[in-house]
């Protein structure tokens, strides 16, 4: 069973800092892509950042320069650093593997649970 663990929200000032986790079970980061998205309140779900099965890496434009995607391997860890936090990055976190594991239909904000909150205040 392909299980997604997001953890690290919190409540944030403008300007300041957080790093989410997403402790992945039922397969291994060499075999998978891994994506965070996340989903502001009566919004869609937004892809903000992707570290492919080789390691390479994608930045949505709103994100790029202040967030940073990584992993580790022994953890079957993704990590997203987020700096200079913005209001508008608040939102509901989710992370997500490839689609060959699941979660097509209910898409990646709803399929792999609840995430975690990031809320960035003035």
């Known amino acids: 069973e392909v299980r997604m663990v997001p953890s690290g929200g919190g409540s944030v000032q403008a300007g300041g800092s957080l790093r989410l986790s997403c402790t992945a079970s039922?397969?291994?980061?060499?075999?998978?892509?891994m994506t965070w998205y996340r989903q502001a309140a009566w919004t869609g779900c937004e892809l903000v950042s992707t570290?492919?099965?080789?390691?390479?890496?994608y930045y949505s434009d709103s994100v790029k320069g202040r967030f940073t995607i990584s992993r580790d391997i022994a953890k079957n860890t993704v990590y997203l650093q987020m700096n200079s936090l913005k209001p508008e990055d608040t939102a509901v976190y989710h992370c997500?593997?490839?689609?060959?594991?699941?979660?097509?239909?209910?898409?990646?904000?709803?399929?792999w649970g609840q995430g975690t909150m990031v809320t960035v205040s003035s």
């Open positions: 997500a593997p490839d689609p060959k594991y699941g979660g097509t239909m209910l898409g990646p904000c709803a399929a």
């Open positions: 039922g397969l291994t980061l060499y075999d998978s892509d």
């Open positions: 570290i492919s099965s080789d390691g390479s890496t």
